[in-house]
Each structure stands twice: as C-alpha cells, then as structure tokens.
C-alpha cells in the first residue's frame, strides 16, 4: 500500500513543484512505483515531467468532479516506475465547483484509495493556498512534506499551515502526521541561509531532514525541458540531493 505524502506549504515559490517532480524521479529510479498527482491548476508539475497538457485525456479535475477512475487518468512518464494524474487550468475552476458537493473535503482521499494498492508511494503537488484542493490533499495524506525556502520570512504563514493541519487532523484525517521539513534553495554564500536552518531546526527539531537542496542552476533549467533532474543532468548537485533525500524518505 502506497505511502500518500502532500507536499504543501501555502507560500509559492518554495520549491513544492521541484520537490514533487525531482522526489517522484529520485524514487521511482531507485525502484519504488510512484505516482504523483497534481493538484494545482498551474499544472508545473505536469510540463515538468513532460506531459503536453493538450494530449492528457482525463486530469485530476475529471477525478475529482466527475467520478473519473484515477486510473483512467493516470498518464506515463519518460521515467519506468513513474505515473501522474496531470492538472490542466480547468482545475481552477474546482475550488468553487466543489464548495455545494457532497463530501467535498474527502473526495481526493475517497479516489486515490481506488489505487493506493498499485504504488508505493504517492505525492500530491499542492497549490499555494490553503483553499479546498490543499484540504482535499491533507485529508487524503498519510503525512505532509514542507519545503521551506532558506530566504528571509521563511517561518511567516508557517502558523497559519501549521493551524490547518491541525483542523483536519481534528475534524478529517487524524492519522496525519508530518512527514519531514524540507530545506530548499540554501545558498551557502549568504549568512541568511544559515540562520534560516538554524531557526527552523529550533522550531521543528528532528523533523527536519538532513537533506538540505542547494540552489542549483540545472534543477532551476530541467522543467523547460519536460525532464527532472534525474534524467535532465543525472550528475548534477541537483540530482545528487534529491536522491539523498529520497534514501531518507525511504528510510523513515
Ligand atoms: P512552488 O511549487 O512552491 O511554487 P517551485 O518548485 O515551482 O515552487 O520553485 C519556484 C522556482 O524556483 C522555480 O522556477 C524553480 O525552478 C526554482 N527552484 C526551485 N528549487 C530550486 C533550487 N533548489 N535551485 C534553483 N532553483 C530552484
Ligand atoms: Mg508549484
């Protein structure tokens, strides 16, 4: 049975998109059956990993409004081992279309359910809010990943993540749990990047991997070219980190 991690923080630009596809790479290449899901109407992760947005027949807002089998909308990657429902812009529409459904916080965790048994692990790409589509992944979550940008004002809006964790573990999933905190876009030239690590360790402890990503330029280039890093440049520092992190996901 797949492990269904979110990887969500409601900040854009932290590195939740790169995490998903360049982790689901580093797994899927270390042999585990992934599939990633994207849930956020951008669709980054879906041209990141080289799906032509225009071919995909069914996306994650046919399952989630209408009762399409994830299976059915489950599409090949370059990568053996690596599967993604896609997100095309209709999404956007679902935030609003959802809020008079039935059930509308656990239809996510209702499909992915339907296909838990085919993979072992399962990462959600969310969207950089806390609205309905991010609630829907948290409730369908065995655990949160939360990639923090080593820049000023990392902790801010942290709370406010914090706080809706806690409402649905009270309200609709209390079994979720976080599963790590991601330190990304570390820049070691800069004394900021040290006291970010330093203030976040404080804050979550031993929940903090020991994988921290550098800035890198080819992690940065590979989603223009539909790739990962792990196909994109397979030597970079870039490549090299996910991997180590993806043996730490492993080994939790
Ligand atoms: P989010 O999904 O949280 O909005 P992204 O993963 O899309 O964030 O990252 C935001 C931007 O920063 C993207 O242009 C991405 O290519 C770039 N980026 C992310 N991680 C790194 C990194 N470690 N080094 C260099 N650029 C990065
Ligand atoms: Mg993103």
Not at 17 to 26: D, F, I, P
Not at 90 to 118: C, D, F, N, Y
């Amino acid at each position: 049975m797949a492990k269904i991690i979110a990887i969500t923080n409601q900040k854009g630009g932290v590195g939740k998109t790169t995490t998903s596809v360049n982790l689901g790479a580093s797994l899927a290449s270390l042999g585990k059956k992934v599939l990633l899901v994207d849930i956020d109407p951008q669709g980054n992760t879906t041209s990141g990993i080289g799906i032509n947005k225009a071919d995909a027949v069914y996306c994650i807002y046919d399952v989630l409004i209408n009762d399409v089998h994830p299976k059915d909308a489950m599409c090949d990657t370059a990568i053996e081992n690596l599967k993604i429902i896609p997100a095309t812009i209709q999404l956007a529409g679902a935030e609003i279309e959802l809020v008079p459904t039935i059930s509308r916080e656990v239809r996510l965790k209702k499909s992915l359910q339907l296909v838990k048994h085919m993979f072992d692990y399962i990462l959600i790409d969310c969207p950089p809010s806390l609205g309905i589509l991010t609630v829907n992944s948290l409730t369908a979550a065995d655990s949160v990943i939360i990639p923090i940008q080593c820049e000023y004002y990392a902790l801010e809006g942290l709370s406010q993540l914090l706080n809706t964790v806690r409402l649905v573990q009270k309200h609709l999933n209390t079994t979720l749990q976080i599963e790590g905190v991601l330190l990304t876009m570390f820049d070691a030239r800069t004394n900021l990047g040290m006291q970010v690590i330093e203030e976040v360790k404080k804050y979550f402890q031993q929940k903090v991997y020991q994988t921290i990503i550098p800035r890198n330029v080819r992690l940065s280039e590979a989603p223009s070219h539909g790739q990962s890093i792990i196909t994109y440049d397979p030597k970079s520092k870039g490549a090299e980190v996910y991997m180590e992190l993806a043996k730490e996901v492993i080994a939790l």
